[in-house]
Every structure is written in structure tokens, then in C-alpha cells.
């Protein structure tokens, strides 16, 4: 079946400890994101990329990093330098990033982690 | 930056009963997406817009990407008791072609 996973579903860590989260899609989309989600609060995006070895930092990226090794991978890494790292993080992917004159650019999310700090 | 107005922030409503939400902005938007999301899982994507005054439905979900391109709405007809959940909105903003999510719309639905 094609989709996104993400894995593992919950995590708990301790305070001061790196953690990261995985997401792999293998819908050939050449785009992926990373958004964290608090309760009562839509979707904030970390950090995207569009393709292999590249990688944008998105609204609230301090504290986070990524890798773009391959097109299929995504890992979101959440630092020790993150100071409210408690929250559900959702992964997505796209066919593109929507360059002017695309048309089907429709994010599709994983089913999420949530991310408890101890 | 910039935010989608969306609302209400949540409904409670009856089993049965129809249900409106939608989402503004002040910036002119070319493609209009809707989700749901269940407790605890990823947005399901319901909806894809593209085209201003488009009309497109779902099942029992019908959505709008309002002539102006700066607002859409989802309406869902005879409510169930699986439509509980939470229901974004995204748009893909003209100017940059980035895409930003509403704050959402929790439905309740009363036994």
C-alpha cells in the first residue's frame, strides 16, 4: 500500500535528551514536511523540503533539525535545545511543493507521534 | 504572518442535522484543501479546490472555493455520528505558494 508512516506512535523522553522521529512515504512525492500540533492549535510547520539534500526551515524550525538523504526518508530530530518539545508531531509529503503551475500539490499527512517529555 | 480565519471553532450539533463551516483570509489564495482528523491520527484530506466558484463533492461533503479566491466553505448534509472530529482548512497562498492550515473546527454531534 502506498502512504506515509511514521514511527513510533508515542514517545516519551527525558528532559535535556535528543530524540528523533521517523517518517517514510513511498508515494514518489518529491516534497515533505514536518508540522507540530498543540492541542486546540492548528498546524505549525518546522521544517520542508522540496528534494534530496535540501531543506527549508519553516515557522518555529529553532530547536528541530531534519535530513533529506532520501527521497523516501524525512527524520525530524528534536533537540535538547527545544524548550516545549511536548507535543503530537505530524509528517507530510506532496507531489511538489507547488511551483506556479502545478496543480496537484495536496499534502498528505502520517499518522503522527506524540512526543512526551518526562 | 499570515492566518486563515476559520470558523466556528467548534459546533455541537444533532445527529441528523446539516453542518457549515469556512475559512477567510485577506490574501488571495489559489487552491483551497480540506481535512478531517480523528483523535490521535493524521489529517485525512477530504476536499481539493482549484478553481475560483468551483463546487466539489464528497459524499454527504460538499465544498466552495468562493469567487473572491479569499474564502471556502465546507458544508456536510445529515450529520453521523463518525463525522465527530476536527475539520481544517489549508490554503496555497498566490503570492508564495505556501500552504497554511486554519486553526480547525471540532464537531460534536449529541446523542
Known amino acids: 500500500d502506498g502512504g506515509i508512516t511514521q514511527s513510533p506512535k508515542y514517545l516519551f523522553r527525558k528532559e535535556g535528551q535528543n530524540v528523533t522521529l521517523s517518517c517514510e512515504q513511498n508515494?514518489?512525492?518529491?516534497?515533505m514536511y514536518w508540522y507540530r500540533q498543540d492541542p486546540g492549535q492548528g498546524l505549525r510547520l518546522i521544517y520542508y523540503?522540496?528534494?534530496?539534500?535540501?531543506?527549508q526551515k519553516g515557522d518555529i524550525a529553532e530547536g528541530y533539525s531534519v535530513s533529506r538523504e532520501k527521497k523516501e526518508s524525512f527524520p525530524l530530530t528534536v533537540t535538547s535545545a527545544q524548550k516545549n518539545p511536548t507535543a503530537f508531531y505530524l509528517c507530510?509529503?506532496?507531489?511538489?511543493?507547488?511551483?506556479?503551475?502545478?496543480?496537484?500539490?495536496?499534502?498528505?499527512f502520517g499518522p503522527g507521534t506524540r512526543l512526551t517529555v518526562l | 504572518g499570515q492566518q486563515l480565519n476559520q470558523s466556528p471553532q467548534s459546533m455541537f450539533i444533532q445527529e441528523g442535522e446539516d453542518v457549515s463551516m469556512n475559512c477567510t483570509s485577506s490574501?488571495?489564495?489559489?487552491?483551497w484543501l480540506w481535512y478531517k482528523q480523528d483523535p490521535g491520527e493524521g489529517p485525512v484530506l477530504l476536499i481539493a479546490l482549484y478553481k475560483a466558484g468551483e463546487l466539489t463533492s464528497n459524499g454527504r461533503l460538499t465544498a466552495q472555493f468562493g469567487i473572491t479566491r479569499k474564502d471556502s466553505f465546507l458544508n456536510i448534509s445529515a450529520s453521523i455520528p463518525s463525522d465527530v472530529g476536527i475539520y481544517f482548512c489549508a490554503g496555497r497562498n498566490y503570492r508564495d505558494d505556501k500552504i497554511i492550515f486554519g486553526k480547525g473546527t471540532r464537531l460534536h454531534i449529541l446523542p
Open positions: 523540503s522540496q528534494i534530496v539534500n535540501d531543506f
Open positions: 507530510a509529503s506532496s507531489i511538489d511543493l507547488g511551483a506556479r503551475g502545478a496543480t496537484y500539490n495536496e499534502q498528505f
Open positions: 490574501s488571495i489564495f489559489n487552491t
Open positions: 508515494l514518489n512525492h518529491d516534497a
